[in-house]
């Protein structure tokens, strides 16, 4: 599918706000596409256990081969120079690299990702490495407790500094962590993702553990490297149903618990005083000396951006409108929150260089006669790329944008059963095929860099 003019000159017309060295990229993580879960010394994840309790996955499924992308490094960066890209985003195994979370190295797991950065290098694609995208090894869980001890902060400094150590002149960047409101209350509050409790109080505790690790990794990539280092946080901007002050209360406790909460002891270094009252007896223990340890100089935000939240407090709630549609999750597309948002950030907290990490859609994709029609995904696409020009020409310093995802893979507690990929996969033989918002992007990438070779000469 060519990018029609139709859908091409506005767009490419407002990314004249783009820097000319913006990046173009895609995105994908260890757990949901590398397979090879018990190959070559790697030690089982929480996400190996999650997947193995009845009744957590909702296909029943599991990570054990998942895209097998151990095995086709050479074949899926083939895809990646295809498209064009600028940049790839993934993230590193802990447990792939240390087993047991402490102690012994395993030489083939870093092996493994010594082959992944020669192969994106010889490609010309600039490797950012996320450290913590939420494969915990499972023997720091059975040992302490996981992210429930502060004990695990100098363990994940310890991997962060070896990372960084044998990788860090190679990478473009290195966050260090993935979304950590997931980690927290999707994993210790919800039971939706892993380890599947259930406790607000704990899964406060765990987001303050978190984010002392994330600090104290900040602190050893430094003394093993000059790479770029940022965190990457995913934001869901809260909006009020209706103009009712409890509506209202409602959305600021929503962007306080997802964005704020995160967001304040990084760049202010302290959380915020109404989510601390409105946890009460739930609230983490924090100390002065935890506080200076996150509130770290960083070089980069990253930002993950799918939807909003609608918040209604009436019964029964107020359903999004969703004028634009949803997404295959359930997500509402609301594409000008992301421009609202990535300015309103930039205006209260002047963070760093950002990334829009992740963005994408989960679509019902079908592959007929070996194509995939995805219209939906390209508009999804389309419209963001747009709020996020609009966002840079209102002042927002935007560096890049990661397409979510590279390939169809797992999607966490969903397994198989949703498509968020450029490349649809078939799990049973592993072939790839690029849908049309593969070509799409494709041809975009190259209508970008025509315009900017053009402006340079």
Same mark, same amino acid.
């Given at each position: 599918?060519? =990018?029609?003019?139709?859908?091409? @000159? ?11 060295? +913006?990046?173009?990229?895609? @995105?994908?993580?260890?757990?949901? *596409?590398?397979?090879? $879960? ?7 994840? *929480? ?15 599991? *990570? ?25 985003? +993934? ?31 010889? $490609? ?32 994940? @400094? ?19 962590? &993935? ?40 602190? $050893? ?7 770029? =280092? ?27 618990? &997802? ?7 990084? +760049? ?35 930002? &993950? ?50 990334? *829009? ?5 989960? &679509? ?20 963001? =790329?747009?709020?996020?020009?609009? @966002? ?13 995802? =590279? ?12 498509? +968020? ?37």
């Amino acid at each position: 599918m060519k =990018l029609t003019e139709s859908t091409s @000159a506005p767009l490419i017309e407002l990314c004249r706000s783009l820097r000319p060295d +913006f990046q173009w990229g895609s @995105a994908s993580s260890a757990a949901q *596409i590398e397979g090879a $879960a018990a190959l070559d010394g790697k030690g089982p994840s *929480i996400w190996d256990r999650f997947c193995a309790e009845p009744g957590r996955i909702n296909d029943a499924s599991n *990570i054990d081969v998942a895209c097998d992308h151990y095995h086709r490094v050479d074949s899926d960066v083939a895809l990646m120079q295809w498209l064009g890209l600028d940049a790839y985003r +993934f993230s590193i195994s802990w447990p792939r690299v240390q087993p047991l979370g402490e102690g012994a190295w395993n030489e083939a797991g870093f092996a493994f990702y010594d082959r992944l950065l020669d192969a994106l290098l010889k $490609a010309g694609i600039a490797p950012h490495a996320t450290l913590y995208h939420w494969d915990l090894p499972a023997a720091l869980h059975d040992s302490m407790g996981g992210w429930t001890s502060r004990d695990i902060v100098p363990r994940f @400094a310890d991997y962060a500094h070896e990372v960084a150590r044998r990788f860090g002149s190679r990478l473009a960047s290195i966050a260090t962590l &993935n979304e950590p409101w997931c980690v927290a209350t999707l994993g210790y509050e919800t039971a939706q993702f892993a380890p599947g409790l259930t406790s607000r109080a704990t899964a406060a505790q765990v987001s303050h553990h978190l984010m002392m690790a994330h600090g104290a990794a900040v602190l $050893a990539v430094r003394s093993a490297c000059k790479t770029r =280092l940022g965190v990457v946080l995913n934001h869901t901007p809260a909006f009020a149903a209706e103009a009712l002050e409890a509506d209202r209360r409602a959305a600021r406790i929503d962007d306080g618990l &997802n964005v704020r909460w995160y967001m304040d002891p990084i +760049f202010r270094g302290s959380y915020p005083a109404d989510i601390l009252d409105y946890l009460g007896a739930d609230a983490p223990q924090v100390s002065a000396e935890d506080l200076a340890l996150i509130h770290q100089p960083l070089d980069f935000l990253g930002v &993950n951006f799918y939807t909003r939240s609608f918040i209604s407090t009436q019964q029964p709630p107020m359903a999004a409108p969703g004028k634009q549609g949803f997404t295959d999750m359930g997500w509402e597309i609301y594409p000008e929150a992301l421009t609202q948002h990535l300015v309103r950030i930039s205006r209260e907290y002047s963070p760093p260089p950002i990334y *829009i990490t992740e963005n994408g859609m989960a &679509n019902a994709d079908k592959l007929v006669d070996g194509r995939v029609a995805d219209v939906e995904r390209i508009q999804y696409v389309n419209e963001h =790329l747009k709020a996020l020009a609009r @966002a840079v020409a209102l002042g927002v310093d935007a560096r890049g944008y990661f397409y979510w995802s =590279l390939l169809d893979n797992f999607e966490w507690n969903s397994g198989y059963t949703k498509r +968020f990929g450029l490349f649809h996969v078939d799990y049973a033989t592993q072939e790839r095929v690029a849908k049309d918002s593969a070509l799409w992007y494709r041809d975009f990438i190259t209508a970008f860099k025509s315009r900017r070779t053009l402006k340079a000469s």
